[in-house]
């Protein structure tokens, strides 16, 4: 089995190494050029924005060639998954990516301008995620055909609440951020970027790439990038997984 993810904050990287079998990271695939696999289950797992799949993990999946009689998703999401089955299918159906399995799960959302991580954090208990991971585990295991959707009443909800919404999918989301002088510049920012956004020279310089992950606002050691209307100072990195293996997935 492989498993292909993204990850900024370690919640995905977590699913996938408790799926199980081979994961790897789906930056690093873009940056390698690698798009080709095959194996008796292929499962794609990736984080919940703006209701849909990331915009990185739907441009691996537009080059994708996956060939296998059982592929699956897992999302993660903080607060509502919205539309994310519907979009995946759709890039599924675009790239001839059969999806036999779609599941999302209730992690710790750690979208800054939406979240104080001091309350969410103190959430976690109440989230489920250890039950809720083992069932999605054992349907994998047995291969179960299962597509998580929501009701029609929820779904209208959740559009509205993307029509009022002021956070959209913004490349230059990146001149909300802002560098306070306690930056040793480590680098780490600029190596957890999945997509090269971020080099560092006296301070660290962003290049309107923007994937929104806040990886780099999440991970930095100092606590040293601010981000315009954030609702708390504290950061989020899943408490199971090390810097390390975040650089890692994403330089």
């Known amino acids: 089995m492989k498993v292909l993810y993204f990850t900024a904050t370690g919640n995905n990287l977590y699913v996938a190494k408790r799926i199980g079998g081979e994961f790897y990271s789906i930056p690093k695939l873009i940056k390698e050029g690698k798009f080709e696999f095959e194996d008796e289950k292929i499962g794609i797992v990736f984080p919940t924005y703006y209701g849909g799949v990331p ?6 999946l537009n080059k994708a060639k996956l060939k296998s009689n059982y592929i699956f998703a897992v999302a993660s999401y903080g607060s509502l998954s919205r539309s994310v ?29 939406v979240f104080d991580m001091d309350k969410e954090m103190k959430k976690e208990p109440k989230k489920n995620i250890e039950q809720n991971l083992e069932q999605i585990i054992k349907d994998i295991d047995a291969e179960k055909k299962y597509i998580k959707r929501h009701t029609a009443i929820i779904r209208f909800v959740e559009l509205l609440i993307d029509k009022v919404s002021p956070y959209k999918a913004n490349l230059e989301f990146d001149k909300n951020f802002r560098v306070e002088s306690t930056c040793n510049r480590c680098r780490v920012c600029e190596k957890v970027c999945p997509v090269d956004n971020i080099e560092v020279d006296t301070k660290p310089v ?46």
């Open 206 to 251: 962003f290049k309107s790439n923007c994937q929104q992950c806040l990886s780099c606002i999440n991970n930095c050691p100092q606590n040293a990038i601010r981000l315009k209307g954030e609702k708390s100072k504290t950061r989020f990195i899943n408490q199971n997984i090390a810097l390390k293996e975040i650089i890692d997935s994403n330089n």
């Open 55 to 60: 915009k990185i993990v739907e441009e691996f």
């Open 85 to 113: 089955a519907s979009h995946l299918l759709e890039i599924g159906k675009r790239n001839k990516i059969e999806i036999s399995y779609i599941n999302d799960i209730l992690m710790v959302d750690n979208y800054l301008p």
